[in-house]
């Protein structure tokens, strides 16, 4: 809306924030003594963006329903203008329809549920909310369209964070552009004859050629000031434009002479190059035909409420009024228009309205009073006031939400400022509500810790036993982690760092040789199986290094070729096999105690079998038990550290 491209060459003055930062900013400002922030919002760009809205019964209402809701949460007054029936009659290259929408008279119940004001302009929405902001009767404009900065406004809000048909507490974005601060190249007259050239809502062609950067580089030049100031000396705000005039024909043609000499010979060095053929192609009829000087008008007089003196007053005493919302009026609008059930109802109110409705008592108990005007002329009854006045000021205030938070449970910090995490009573919400069957006597809401603290004593004397529960917790020795008894090797290596493991012991393992595992237990034999299916399958395939000098100390030559090919790791474990292994071992274990120990285990002539039983605390790495009987047969040592959890490979 408005004119294309512009809001992108007004990136560079923009300030990427969210809506909460921008009003909370507003509220901590110690010179404003803790305001509202007046927000007018362009009720008609509102109604344009819900029409995409989708799902569920009147989504276009259900959507405005949430962002109504939003803005409960922030210390806020809007104000929603509408557009009037003066507004032109073509936009956009379409007639414009003059009446009154079925979707904005609901949403005009809607806001008379909610306790927010609004405003019907004489012509556009945008004007006349620019016309507010200039005057100083609203701190910022919310709208999208950019004719707003075009008209005068100071504020402008841009966001397009609520065009989406859903209830979330993600932030909303927003893009302000405050023309009282940065580096604005271009003003509003600028931005109008950028509009005649380029292209917008009045006259979507514009010039042949000419495209948004070409023109916002004229109007840098003083081009639209200039023009501007004359057009308006020429033509009233009451006067008929198109009449023609002397004065404004005879400034147009140097005017003219002066814009296409620029575009050939780029004299400011303000143009990316020259450009001769736009120049050829502005006609000595431009802005001399009575439809372009009718835009120009719309442009130069929009139809506003400043010539109407009960008009500003009437807007004051509406923004100084706090919003009084009407829940019992709120959840019939609910019902009737969205088919919500009761149960639905109180569970829908409870997450969107009652912490808005919180938040509001907590804004209306911290707000400051403000300072009333001096008397000019002294009496005994003003002394007499003004004595009261004292007791008054110097009094405590008065507490509305000592009873309604009860307790305070966690705190953040989040961009902006720190945060608590509350309880409060919300039953007397929920009375207000038609009868249920489920009720809700308590709420969660994050509070800002200055609004906490500056919305009473009781309030500061929780927050205050809060920090100290939170130092008391600091302070608090951590809690050992006790390792299970039951716990293996193996497993604690998955469920437990090296930190929190338990000092080394040392390993016996106990190997015996024999040709068939005869006279073996049922439990050995099981044990024997499942060792040799992890082995097969290579269950303990993690890293595994080689000690070299252990190896050489207790099997000396009789290294392995593939341990000395790659000495630093193994990827499969597994039990090998020799040349030697032909030869079978005719004598079984020297211990008869070994054949009915069940943490020996027997396996064929050839193969040797270990298993590990912690017998001593001290931290040793290896001890071999090995069976004299059988001098030939391979040997693997599989050998697992509780530190490093290795495994060590060797044949022999």
């Not at 806001?111 to 405003?119: R, V």
């Not at 024909?249 to 004299?267: D, H, I």
């Not at 502005?282 to 009575?290: A, H, K, Q």
């Not at 290094?545 to 593939?562: C, K, M, T, W, Y």
Request: net charge neutral; charged share 25%.
């Amino acid at each position: 809306m408005g004119v294309p491209g512009l809001w992108n060459e007004l990136a560079e003055v923009g300030l990427n924030c969210t809506l909460s930062e921008l009003v909370l900013r507003h509220w901590n400002d110690p010179e404003r003594s803790q305001e509202y922030f007046r927000l007018g919002i362009d009720a008609s760009v509102w109604l344009y963006q819900v029409q995409k809205a989708q799902g569920g019964k009147n989504p276009e209402l259900r959507t405005l329903f949430f962002r109504l809701a939003r803005i409960l949460h922030l210390p806020i007054r809007p104000i929603f203008v509408f557009d009037g029936p003066e507004r032109p009659d073509w936009k956009r290259d379409a007639r414009v329809y003059k009446g009154v929408h079925l979707v904005q008279e609901q949403f005009c119940g809607m806001l008379n549920a909610f306790g927010t004001p609004y405003w019907a302009a004489p012509g556009e929405a945008e004007a006349e909310l620019a016309w507010m902001n200039h005057s100083g009767i609203i701190d910022a404009v919310l709208t999208d369209d950019v004719d707003a900065l075009m008209l005068g406004a100071q504020v402008v809000v841009r966001s397009r964070a609520w065009q989406e048909d859903r209830d979330t507490d993600e932030p909303v974005m927003a893009t302000v552009y405050d023309r009282r601060q940065g580096e604005w190249r271009v003003d509003s007259d600028g931005m109008i004859l950028a509009a005649m050239l380029s292209g917008g809502d009045y006259d979507t062609r514009g010039m042949a050629q000419c495209g948004i950067k070409t023109a916002l580089s004229l109007s840098r030049c003083g081009y639209g000031s200039e023009l501007l100031s004359y057009f308006r000396e020429a033509y009233s705000a009451t006067d008929d434009p198109t009449l023609t005039s002397s004065k404004f024909e005879a400034f147009l043609l140097p005017w003219r002479q002066r814009l296409c000499t620029e575009l050939r010979e780029n004299r400011a060095k303000v143009l990316p190059r020259k450009l001769p053929k736009l120049a050829d192609s502005i006609s000595e009829y431009f802005l001399v035909e009575p439809i372009q000087r009718q835009i120009l008008f719309n442009y130069a007089w929009p139809k506003t409420s400043c010539t109407r003196s009960e008009s500003k007053k009437q807007l004051q005493s509406m923004l100084l009024r706090s919003p009084d919302i009407h829940l019992h009026e709120v959840a019939s609008f609910a019902q009737t228009h969205f088919q919500w059930a009761p149960g639905t109802v109180l569970k829908r109110l409870s997450r969107l309205i009652f912490p808005g409705l919180f938040m509001r008592e907590l804004y209306q108990a911290a707000q400051k009073p403000c300072p009333k005007t001096l008397e000019t002329k002294e009496s005994p009854m003003s002394h007499i006031s003004k004595i009261f006045a004292q007791f008054q000021a110097h009094s405590p205030p008065k507490n509305h939400t000592s009873s309604r938070i009860l307790q305070i449970h966690s705190s953040r910090t989040n961009k902006f400022e720190k945060e608590v995490r509350v309880s409060y009573d919300c039953t007397s919400y929920a009375n207000l509500l038609p009868d249920t069957e489920e009720k809700i006597d308590r709420l969660r809401a994050w509070v800002p810790v200055s609004l906490l603290l500056s919305s009473g004593d009781a309030e500061r004397k929780m927050y205050r036993g809060f920090l100290s529960q939170q130092q008391r917790k600091s302070f608090a020795s951590p809690t050992k982690k006790i390792r299970s008894a039951d716990q293996t090797t193996i497993t604690s290596y998955f469920t437990a760092s090296k930190s929190s493991l338990p000092p080394p012991k040392r390993l016996d393992f106990h190997v015996q040789c024999s040709e068939e595992p005869t006279g073996c237990s049922p439990a050995q034999v099981s044990r024997q199986q499942e060792f040799e299916s992890q082995c097969l399958l290579g269950s303990f395939n993690h890293e595994n290094r080689i000690n070299q000098s252990a190896e050489a100390d207790v099997f000396g030559p009789h290294l392995s070729a593939a341990s000395r090919k790659n000495p630093t790791e193994i990827k499969h474990t597994r039990l090998k096999t020799h040349d030697r292994h032909k030869k079978e071992c005719k004598s079984k274990a020297e211990s008869p105690t070994h054949q009915n120990d069940p943490s020996t285990l027997f396996i064929p002539s050839g193969r040797a079998n270990l298993f590990a039983t912690p017998t001593e605390p001290e931290p040793a790495r290896v001890a071999l038990t090995h069976s004299p009987a059988c001098p030939d047969s391979s040997v693997e040592l599989l050998s697992v550290h509780r530190a490093d959890l290795s495994m060590e490979t060797s044949s022999m």
